[in-house]
Structure formats: C-alpha cells, structure tokens
C-alpha cells in the first residue's frame, strides 16, 4: 500500500475511500471497520483524527504504519510519499505505550530505531543528542527505561520516532496513559517541538480539546462503521493557549456537532 | 540483628545442625562402615584430594574429566534445547509433534534413559552425550517454548514499523525478552547434567567420579565413596551459585530492583 513515487503536491498521505472490512474469528460475519475513510496529510501538517475508543482509529494507522494489511479488495487506496532519498518512506510510530525495548538504555533504544532504518552510524550519536535534548531528557542517554518515569518513558518514544526523522510521524493517544499534569505538560512541550522540528504528524485522540488545542485538520470520526463526518482546519497560529477564547469556542462548538452526531448514532442503533 | 543477617544464621544453623545429627546417628549405630562420623569423612576428603587414587590418577583428574563431559554435553543440550523450543514456537507443525513426544521424555525415569543410552551407546561420551540429551533437552525446549509464547507483540509490531531486519528482531526483541527463560533452564538444566553425567560413569563409563564413587563402592569403603560425594556436591554448589547467579546478574542489570540472589 505504499509507494515511494514523487506525488506534485506535498502530500505525505493520501487515503481515498479505504474501506477495511473483518471478519469474526468464530462466526465469520463481517464487520466494517473502516467505511471509506478519505483523507489528506501535508508536508508540515498536523492532522488529528478524533473519535470514540475502539472505532478503528488505530486500525487505520497500522494500515499506514504497514503491521496490519488493506485488502485492495475491500475498496478504496492508501498511500504514504516520501520526501526524502530514502527508497521506502519513513514512518514513526508512538504508540499508547511507550513499547521501549527494556533492556536497551535510552540511547540505544534509539539507535535500535535508526539502525532498522539503515540511517548511516556516522549521524547516531548527532540524532540521539538532538531530539533527548528536544523531549527534556538531555543525559539520559545511558539510563535504562525502567529507572524512568511514565511521562519520561513516553519521550523516549518520541524521540526515537522523531530521530529518524520520519516523512510521517504516526501518535496513537499518546498521552492517554499518562496522568492529566503530566499529559498537559507533554502537550505544551509537543507544541514546542512542531514550531522548531515542524513534523508531518497524524494524531488520533478521543480527546476533541487535545485535538483542538494541537492540529491544524481535525477529521471527526463517528463509529461502527468508523467514518469521516466532519474535516475542520483549524487556523490559529502557534503557540496557542488553551484558554484562548478562539480555541476554546471552537472546542465546545466541536464537542457540541461531536456529541450530536454520536447521540444520533446511538438511537439508530437502540 | 538486621533481616539479613538472621536468614544468614539461620541458614549456617541449620547445616550444623544436620553434622550434629549425622554425629550422634553415627555414634548410636556404632558402625563406621554404614554411617562414618563427619570428621571421617572430612579426613576421606583431605586422602581423596592429597593422594592419588587407584591406577595412579589424581582426584583433580577425575573431577576435570567430569566437567569436561559435564560442560560439553550441557552446551550441545542448551543449543538443542533452544533451537527446539524456538522452532515450536516458531512453528505449528513442531510445536504439537513436540508436544506429543515431550512429555513421553519427560515422563521416563532419568535412570532408566541414562541406562538405555549407555548400553545402546556404549560405556563411553556418545553413551552419556546421548544420555544427557535424551534427559535435558526436552525440559529446556519446554522452558523456551513458553518464553516464546509469553513474547511481548506489541514489541514486535513497534520493531516491524520502524522496518527492523529479522537479524535485528532476534538480537535485540527476541533473544532478550526469552533470556530469563533461557537462565531459568540453564540453573536446572546444569544441576540435571552433572547429576547424568555422574551416574552414566557410575555405570562404567572409564574414569570421572562417578567411576570413583562405584570404584570404592566395590572396595564397600563408605568413607571415600561418601567424601567424593560430598566433595562433588560442594563443588557444584560454588560453580552453580557462585558463577552462574553472577552471570545472571550481570545479563539483568536493566532491572532496577535487581538484587543478587544466590
């Protein structure tokens, strides 16, 4: 499902009317789980996908990501640019977890991640400094991930994803795990890193305010079958606060749309 | 006195205990033939390691032999026993042969599969080869295959998207996550093959102390068949917690509460 082949424009990832359809293990009916999603990530941009838990948001990012496959069969296309000499693109991945491999220290947790990406030994050590220092955790360079905090634990992540300097960098409610002080200071340092590193990211949250407060596009996702209601830009330069009343209207009037279109699904299904 | 160091005491205790009672078992019995007292014993161990034996051979000679054959056989059973319970997990064609055939071994009565190998092998290191194999390679597959099973996938996964190799998977996600299975079986393991390896030369496998035990077996000397006895054990208890807890030890220094355990 991925290409390497220049597109015109600055697109990074291109879905088309992808549907992914499932099969139950035990009686074989089949489920949608995703029902033609189509959507656009730019170079630079930042898009998030809002929706309810378990309506296949994570689904539709392992698809990119490559660890679960589309079967061209169910309809619709998938594709992910690269715009760099790289043969294939690059793809980073943080995940709810902070899947560190525990027996690594932090620096080569890193390298683990530039290795697997043939990225040359010569600019280990630069990469590693840069994006420890970009996360906080300049000098933990040696410590082992179980002497780190849950927070710290999940910058490593972002800074091994960040280091290979991907073409699309994939985040899987990455603060969902962690405690809301702690979420809140990893989103105001997020923001820090987009304005300085300037990242192609796609965010999926169940959080409409984290969205909100973060993404540039904001596609909300309605469930069973998952499905694209509403895509909004949302045009407010950074740093942003968020209780900038701009955000912070376009939060509840999200919410609102949001909550009306679930409650609607909900009756339909009794 | 601290936690520690009554665990201590009372594990020093509890052997002079046991000398205390072996004593008066052996002066009730009054028959140094059956039951020699303690100090006998530790008189054999000093004979046993200042003269030579019988046919000229020293005992650093016999224990030498016994731990070459020990260590050889250990290694080519890990190396079997890895590979197979890898390959079960790998595979589900190995995996339920396997687990038809495993517990038939595991079920055997060791003595009996270190019998059989000898006499269809011979008296000599195919026979205990085989005989440890027979033995040791199907509790390490087993040990390994549920390392393999309990691999973490979400690991995995985070490695396949950053495009890892299947050189990188095994080295740095596989090996590392089935290591505390692979130590687990490699303590037992080691205890089960020296044990093997002891009696197949009980058996008449030329030299080593299992030959030294049935040597003086015959010449009905309880003292020195008891002194090699006790001199062995020592001995493997200093190679088993000593060397190997250290090893393991330093494999898991990522484990912030990783405490040496002898």
Redesign the interface.
Known sequence: MQTDNKPATETVVAVNNLTKKFNAPMTGEEFVVLDSISLNVDKGHFASIVGPSGCGKSTLLNIIAGIETHDPSDGGTLEVFSHSDAEQPRVGYVFQNARLLNWLTVEDNMTFALQSQKISKDLWKERVDKYLEMVGLEGQQKNYPLNLSGGMQQRVAIARALAIEPDILLMDEPFSHLDEITARKMRFDLMEILMHAKPTILFVTHDLGEAVFLADHIYMMSTKPAKIFKHIEVDVPRPRKPEDPVIFDLEKKLVKEFFSVLDEQLLEDG | MSEKATAIAIRIGSIIVLLFLWYFMSIAMADPEILPAPMAIFNAIIRILINPGPEGKSAYFHVGITLGRTFATFGVAMVLGIAIGLAMGLRKVIEHSMLSLIPLMLTMPTILMVFLAVMWFGFNEIGSLVAVVGVVVPYVAVNIFQGAQAMDK??I?????????RN?LIK??YI?QL?PYIFSAFRFAFGMTWKIVALAETFGIKFGIGYMFFFWFEQFSMEMVLGWIIMFVILMLILEHGVFARLEHAAF????ANKLQT
Do not use: G
């Open positions: 979400s690991l996964d985070m490695a396949k998207t950053f495009r890892a190799d990188m740095k996600v590392p290591l220094k990522w484990r912030p």
